[in-house]
């Protein structure tokens, strides 16, 4: 009976893919709809323009009456946040340093409160076209560089799956770990008004490599086991192994997933407003990719094993 019960728990991902695969559509499809209707919000490191972070240490008033006091500035496009339990954050277009002390006059309430300034930043939109380019660089760069040493490290697996399905599978692991973590974001800036800036961009390279190491575990785990096998008996067990190299690296990648994710949520409840969607991306980034690397990359591998199979037998 105890037997019984390990091979299930080893056979579970491979056994219900299709399960996983139909989940997997659904989010993906899900943050692609999301991502095409609402858009990401982009933070002034992108477009350009001023942001003003203060803190009120008598007491934060109304949001309604902050904003009826910037809106005599006629600065077009205002974002105001409350931030902590005394601060507020203003996005605007870009401000000269007299206008910025008229601001914060007015965020003082014309001098009725007191206002501390927390910190003051400026990006012109030149600036934030060149981070726009840069950022889509290293993206494009790391992908990249995540093919290329995927195809090294499975250079010398032939059978009975081709060692460029294992690279094939990884990548198709971090595009669901990516487009699932873009979906969610689309959505909070939709929600919340929630902008991407460049942190998003480090959280989502953070993501790739995250993504591609967990997947590249199970993955190297299976080349080791098949590796054990005699090269002709390796297609008659192929789904029991995988299911076995899964069941190996299970421990680990949970355990670790785990740990990361409950610092990020310290950071999330404890951290300033500057990380805090920085660890957000990183806690969603992570949980897909676990996820990814368990359920969909090794159960992939069966998948292309089982049509290579069918196509030789017509």
Same mark, same amino acid.
Request: charged share 15%; glycine share 8%.
């Given at each position: 009976? =105890?037997?019984? !019960? ?25 943050? !692609? ?17 001023? !942001? ?16 009826? =006091? ?192 409950? =610092? ?51």
């Amino acid at each position: 009976m =105890a037997l019984d !019960l390990i091979i299930i728990n080893n056979m579970f991902a491979v056994t219900h893919r299709k399960i996983f695969y139909t989940f997997s559509a659904i989010l993906i499809g899900a943050s !692609l709809a999301l991502v095409f209707v609402f858009g990401l919000k982009p933070s002034i490191d992108f477009t350009g323009g001023s !942001l003003l972070e203060v803190s009120y240490p008598t007491g934060r008033p109304n949001q309604s009456e902050i904003e009826a =006091a910037l809106a005599g500035f006629n600065l077009g496009n205002v974002v105001v946040r409350q931030t902590g339990d005394a601060g507020v954050l203003v996005k605007m277009p870009t401000i000269d340093s007299q206008t910025k002390d008229e601001v914060e006059m007015a965020l003082s309430l014309d001098g009725q409160l007191e206002v501390f300034e927390e910190r003051f930043n400026t990006v012109g939109p030149t600036l934030g076209k060149e981070l726009v380019t840069k950022s889509a660089v290293a993206l494009l760069m790391v992908i990249l560089a995540i093919v290329l040493y995927v195809a090294y490290v499975f250079r010398h697996v032939t059978r009975p799956v081709s060692s460029w399905r294992y690279g094939f599978v990884a990548i198709i692991a971090l595009a669901h770990d990516i487009v699932i973590t873009l979906g969610t974001f689309a959505l909070l800036g939709f929600l919340l008004g929630t902008e991407v800036d460049t942190l998003f961009v480090t959280a989502l390279l953070v993501i790739l490599g995250y993504s591609v190491n967990d997947s590249i575990v199970v993955l190297d785990r299976v080349r080791e086991n098949l590796a054990q096998q005699p090269e002709k008996e390796r297609g008659h067990q192929f789904e029991e192994t995988v299911g076995r190299s899964v069941q190996e690296t299970l421990g680990r990648s949970l355990n670790t997933a785990l740990t990361t994710v409950l =610092a990020l949520v310290a950071l999330v409840i404890f951290g300033g407003e500057a990380t805090r969607d920085f660890a957000i991306a990183l806690i969603v980034g992570i949980v897909a990719g676990t996820y990814s690397s368990i359920c969909i990359a090794s159960p992939l591998l069966v998948s292309f094993f089982e049509k290579q199979k069918h196509a030789l037998k017509k």
